[in-house]
């Protein structure tokens, strides 16, 4: 019987052939922490008696959930990573680097195989260049951070095939929404989730990172997307043991909207249409790169929104590289209002929070109530391209009435 990645994975860093449900401890490459973790990791290490990382060359504390800072307290915890980090030797992106994981990549700090513990739940983007990476607690990475090492069941695997080619104006947002509410947000517990088969190969690093993003939104340990791996030691084999497996065809996916409160209630957007929404919010690890950007300038370019947008760039490289190129003038002339590269409202730290009773049509992760800053607020997710339609149109549309 063959071994999946998860099995492979694990085994290369163990030195040993592992099996899905065995405990084992291996090294870790790559630590990485938030604002908003990273102060708690930093007390667990010197709680545990650290004095100095094992890796201080390999662990990363990037400021991004509050920045700029908003309040006293947090420009405290703030002192505190950049004290730590200028005294320890590891790496800090301060406050205008952008959200963690964007920066992670951006920096190709993140390799294939790597072993990569985040104090921040969707760690499983990675999966998108070919690692095995998880969220972890701040107690758990504050202990890798002292060993280099960290223990792990390994997971079992849930395989996601997917053929064909997507519709114009359908994206990897949708692909990765239509999965979840078909399988639940528990549906993979615990799982790595393996995208294959021809349809995601022809995603780009871009949309890969999408899927692997939101692998946790379905209750995954990680995702992995498959075409992204070159070492044949790490490409699961054809005979592994899957605990699940899913088929789809990329021409059946429709644009798709998860609606409140939770990301496995979702629902084609046409089946929504007329739903009236107060704000749209393009941002967070999921949907603000370049890329997505884009999509929103091309629907919006020489048309006026009728609702407000908001939207907050994954990092300073994709703002800059936006303006560059001439999206960040289409889309302020559209209407739209930006804010500093980072979190932003996806966590409801900063500007934009929703009023009572509002509707938010958002490119971000997650929507149980009160994700975005006020609890009295609704909050529907979907892809780049139905954001930018339902900016426009001041509610929900499918992105495909609109494309030129």
């Known amino acids: 019987m063959g071994y999946t990645f998860s099995e492979k994975a694990i085994g290369k860093k163990a030195g040993r052939a592992v099996r899905a449900g065995e405990c084992v401890i291996v090294p870790v490459d790559v630590v990485m922490a938030s604002d908003t973790t990273g102060p708690i990791a930093i007390k667990a290490f010197q709680d545990m008696g650290g004095k100095r990382p094992a890796k201080p060359e390999r662990s990363f504390f990037i400021l ?10 947090i ?65 758990d990475l504050g202990a890798a951070l002292l060993t ?19 519709h114009p104006g359908v994206s990897a947002k949708d692909v990765i929404l239509k999965i979840i509410s078909d399988i639940t947000s528990d549906g993979a517990t615990y799982m790595t989730m393996e995208f294959c088969g021809d349809g995601f190969a022809a995603f780009s690093r871009e949309e890969a990172v999408t899927v692997c993003n939101m692998a946790i939104e379905a209750g995954g340990k990680t995702g992995v997307f498959v075409p992204a791996l070159t070492d044949p030691d790490l490409i699961p084999d054809q005979d592994a043991q899957y605990a699940r497996e899913l088929f789809y065809r990329a021409e059946d996916i429709v644009p798709m909207v998860a609606c409140p409160h939770s990301v496995d209630n979702g629902k084609p957007a046409s089946a929504l249409a007329g739903q009236k929404i107060d704000l749209v919010y393009l941002g967070s690890c999921t949907n603000a790169r370049l890329s997505d950007i884009k999509i929103a300038a091309d629907i919006l370019r020489g048309r006026k929104i009728a609702t407000r947008m908001l939207i907050c760039p994954a990092s300073s490289a994709v703002l800059s590289e ?83």
């Open 148 to 166: 280099g090492k960290t223990w792990l069941r390994v997971p079992e695997t849930v395989k996601v095939h997917m053929t064909g080619r997507l």
């Open 322 to 404: 936006a303006a560059r190129l001439g999206f960040l003038s289409d889309l302020i002339a559209s209407g739209a209002a930006f804010s500093a590269p980072g979190c932003g409202l996806c966590v409801g730290t900063l500007g934009g929070v929703p009023g009572n009773g509002e509707s938010v049509l958002s490119t971000t992760n997650r929507n149980f109530l009160g994700r975005m800053g006020n609890n009295k607020s609704f909050v529907y997710l979907a892809s780049p391209a139905t954001a930018a339609a339902t900016a426009l149109r001041g509610t929900i549309t499918d992105p495909r009435e609109v494309l030129a």
């Open 64 to 73: 991004d959930h509050a920045v700029p800072c908003p309040t006293e307290k």
């Open 75 to 139: 420009a405290n915890l703030h002192s505190l990573i950049r004290s730590f980090c200028r005294e320890q030797g590891c790496i800090l992106y301060d406050q205008e680097a952008g959200v963690c994981h964007q920066v992670m990549l951006e920096h190709e700090h993140v390799h294939q195989g790597d072993i990569v513990l985040g104090a921040d739940s969707h760690t499983s983007s990675y999966g998108a260049v070919g690692a095995f990476s998880t969220g972890v607690g701040s107690t």
